[in-house]
């Protein structure tokens, strides 16, 4: 296997995709769509930020898994507590609803993914 293969599993699993399947996973896409949206947009305004930070913070989790993961049963996605926790450690640092709020929840999730990408 490659060293590109084994850095992104998306291609080997993409060769042994079961087609047969892709009906019913198309469904359970659309369906967790419709409730993934009105939660990230309740998340982000939990943490203090704007509801379109919500979205991108549901979707891009999401697609960056999919390429990146390898397990077919893990759940992806912004939490309440998570939300809890970004309000009450950012609220300290700066107001809520100005440009250094926004920068500070920024900036912990980075170092947060960073901290997470170094233990591997």
Request: aromatic share 6%; glycine share 8%.
């Amino acid at each position: 296997m490659t060293r590109v293969a084994r850095s992104l599993p998306i291609l080997d699993w993409g060769r042994q995709y079961d087609r047969d399947v892709l009906t019913s996973d198309l469904v359970a896409a659309a369906i967790v769509t419709i409730m993934l949206i009105p939660q990230s947009l309740a998340y982000a305004m939990l943490a203090g930020l704007p509801a379109e930070v919500g979205l991108y913070a549901s979707i891009l989790p999401l697609i960056a898994y999919a390429i990146f993961g390898t397990s077919r049963t893990l759940a992806v996605g912004p939490v309440a507590v998570v939300s809890l926790m970004t309000a009450s450690s950012i609220g300290a640092i700066a107001a809520q609803g100005t440009p250094d709020y926004l920068a500070a929840a920024a900036l912990l999730a980075l170092i947060s993914g960073a901290m997470l990408m170094a233990m591997g």
